[in-house]
């Protein structure tokens, strides 16, 4: 019996990298669509075919390849990848067609910024209702070329590293998908990287703005770039390629990042700065662990940086610092590897944060900047993930704030 079930599913290049595996990922769509599911199909290339023409490519050229050249080179990949599925789909019974960028009904129109090109989302959203939902609503499978797109004047370009995951997401938004599903090479977003750690497990589930922390700090999982294209109300699906069965558990992504860089004061009350200096501290990890136990019992830690002869901790000003401190202090004279401890009160805590921080160049550099020809000195900064952690005076906070913002728009 048929219901209006809808999905959009990307199988990535190790789903295709065989002839057998190709056939597994056709038969999984095959499948679900004899279950009465509306389907959209996003290919990556396959296997290793990107690497093999960028390489050839460059060989061949001494490396001086333009980058829009380049660009339609690789894009061969994907679009040899969406006709032979498509092709294949068709000779196992089901109704189905290819998207080119060639073509005029192209969907994934982008700027021009050649090999990380960005999505005009209000022109990739047009073209996808016009063109691309209509052939699902009546049981066609559009098979559509992953990490692909083309400018407004028709130049191929590519959308970096998580490209076929942008392409699904944008995709599966513009159907109204139920579900977007992620075919790789793994069990799903795992605990660690299964290429280090032995038999790391899966997770049943993860917030976006948990998972996009991991891209952050170079987990093979997904890019951050693509994450920021995850639909607020659409879970994604990560799942195994060694199943032919769509509706097979994996890791369901939740909720949506914002788009928007920008900064808060995210401590309501000042903050202290307790700085611990000595030598080797970083190896005595009994004192570490004392000077966490005091800080915990007594406040909340706002933020920690440590290196061989230091370490400083942030804390919020409340449930009489002034014992805290004496405590540290205690324990900072009371072993030979720490030597004296300082202590700045009265901080205002700024967060900086937003999908695509830490591919804005120079960003430390220009808040740095601003505020120091403003007088406004930095006590402390961290960088965790996409966010950028700033400590300045707290009479001060509110024309730091406004400074910070003005910097983060500042392109």
């Known amino acids: 019996m ?15 990298a065989e002839p057998e595996k ?6 999984a769509v095959v499948s679900e669509a004899k279950r009465g599911t509306k389907i959209a199909v996003i290919v990556s290339a396959m296997g290793k075919t990107t690497d093999t023409l960028m390489s050839t490519a460059k060989s061949i050229s001494n490396g001086k390849v333009a980058k829009h050249e380049l660009d339609d080179i690789l894009s061969m990949g994907e679009r040899t990848s969406a006709r032979i599925f ?6 196992n019974g089901v109704d189905a067609c290819y998207f080119d960028p060639m073509d005029d009904k192209w969907p994934i129109i982008t700027d021009e910024a050649f090999q990380n090109a960005n999505p005009d989302i209000e022109v990739c959203s047009k073209n996808i209702r016009n063109y691309v939902l209509p052939l699902v609503e009546k049981d066609t499978i559009p098979v559509i070329a992953g990490f692909v797109g083309k400018t407004k004047d028709d130049k191929i370009t ?13 995709v599966g938004e513009n159907i109204g998908a139920d579900q977007i599903v992620l ?3 793994a069990e799903g977003i795992m605990t660690s990287d299964p290429k280090i750690i032995q038999n790391p497990k899966r997770l049943s589930e993860i917030n976006v703005n948990t998972l996009v922390g991991l891209a952050d700090s170079g987990a093979k999982f997904i890019h951050s770039k693509a994450l920021k294209y995850k639909p607020k109300d659409i879970d994604v699906k990560v799942m195994n390629n060694k199943h032919d069965d769509l ?20 401590s309501s009350i000042p903050v202290a700065e307790i700085t611990v200096i000595g030598e080797s501290i970083s190896n005595n990890t009994k004192i570490i662990t004392e000077m966490f136990e005091k800080v915990r019992q007594h406040t909340t830690l706002l933020g920690m940086s440590m290196n061989t002869n230091s370490i400083i901790f942030y804390i919020r000003q409340e449930n009489n610092p002034e014992e805290l401190f ?6 900072t004279v009371d072993n030979k590897e720490t030597i004296a401890m300082a202590v700045k009160k009265d901080l205002a805590f700024i967060q900086t944060s937003g999908v695509g921080l830490e591919e804005t160049h120079g960003i430390i550099g220009r808040i740095s900047e601003d505020l120091r020809h403003a007088g406004i000195n930095i006590s402390g900064i961290l960088t965790i993930t ?4 700033l400590f300045v005076d707290w009479n001060e906070k509110e024309k730091a704030l406004n400074l910070i913002k003005t910097s983060l728009k500042t392109q």
């Open 386 to 389: 996409s966010s950028i952690l």
């Open 22 to 27: 190709l056939l597994k990922a056709v038969m």
């Open 86 to 91: 498509a092709t294949a789909l068709r000779n």
């Open 247 to 266: 509706s097979m558990p994996g890791t369901l992504i939740k909720g949506a990042l914002s788009w928007e860089l920008d900064a808060e004061i995210a």
């Open 326 to 331: 004496s405590q540290i202090h205690k324990i």
């Open 158 to 170: 590519t959308l970096g590293r998580g490209g076929s995951d942008t392409t699904a997401f944008i």
């Open 2 to 16: 048929k219901f209006d079930k809808k999905i959009a599913v990307k199988f990535g290049g190790s789903s295709l």
């Open 183 to 185: 075919v790789t090479d």
